[in-house]
């Protein structure tokens, strides 16, 4: 948290008082450029975990119904996201820019979420449902349109994003010592939107504070893996279905030089 409060006071005195530049056109924009940036990520999903009643399984009826309550989960977390740049920009007139700037680095998520309660039919004893999605890289593609004034660029960018989305379930009881899990992974391709903006310092370097949002959709699938009772007895009739979402809201301050 220092670190991070640190960053947004060093971002803001370069905003306001970094030295300025003189006065630019979107010509002076133009062209390639790399880069780094860095910031946090602030993640947030929903997981849903249900069963199915089997006149010869595990469950009574009403167990089922409770564990469907119990799974329907709701995610968050936050986590770093540090990586590299690079784009280009075309002039459209002395002050429209359009560009298009690829990105990739480390972008952590680990969101976890745990409900559970009492068997309706054979209470004391109780079940647990837990949750947790994880990702540790992301990629965008995105064209960007932006505005020109003096040293500065306001600009808007949406295209596609990539990560590594891993689904993690886990359901335990004190009933028989049940047990069951899954694991799902999927590198998943979809939408990312945001905007920001952006000083040049010299003929050369900018400085830019950006927000993008991404949503990812869902990852999951079924599993017939339930045991219970020492020693363990399977019960395969009673399938589970899971599922979990994704979707990230990230804050970036990044540093380009202009090749």
């Known amino acids: 948290m220092k670190l991070l409060i640190g960053s947004a006071a060093a971002v803001a005195f370069v905003f306001a008082f970094g030295q300025s530049a003189m006065a630019s056109s979107a010509g002076d924009w133009a062209g390639p450029y790399v880069g780094a940036y860095a910031g946090p990520n602030q993640s947030s999903g929903h997981a849903t975990t249900t069963t199915v009643y089997s006149g010869v399984g595990y469950f009574a009826a009403?167990?089922?119904?409770?564990?469907?309550?119990?799974?329907n989960q709701s995610m968050d977390g936050s986590g770093p996201s540090v990586g590299l740049l690079g784009g280009y920009n075309f002039a459209l007139d002395d002050h429209w820019l359009a560009g298009l700037e690829v990105d990739f680095g480390v972008n952590q998520v680990d969101e976890t979420s745990a409900a559970g309660n009492a068997y309706p039919c054979c209470a004391p004893t109780a079940f647990v449902v837990q949750s947790r999605v994880q990702t540790n890289w992301l990629l965008t593609a995105r064209p960007r349109v932006g505005y020109v004034w003096d040293d500065w660029q306001?600009?808007?960018t949406g295209g596609l994003a990539m990560t590594n989305e891993k689904a993690s379930f886990l359901f335990t009881d004190t009933y028989a010592a049940a047990h069951e899990s899954g694991v799902f992974k999927s590198n998943k391709a979809s939408w990312t939107i945001g905007g920001g903006i952006e000083r040049r310092l010299d003929?050369?370097?900018t400085v830019r504070l950006e927000y993008l949002y991404a949503d990812f959709g869902g990852v999951g699938g079924t599993s017939a893996n339930l045991t219970a009772y020492t020693p363990a007895i399977a019960y395969p009739v009673n399938v589970f279905t899971h599922r979990a979402?994704?979707?990230e809201n990230l804050v970036r301050f990044a540093v380009?030089?202009?090749v």
């Not at 009403?62 to 799974?71: E, H, K, N, R, Y």
């Open 62 to 71: 009403s167990s089922v119904t409770a564990i469907g309550v119990a799974g």
């Open 256 to 258: 380009t030089v202009h």
């Open 203 to 205: 003929e050369d370097v």
């Open 245 to 247: 979402t994704l979707n």
């Open 154 to 156: 306001a600009y808007v």
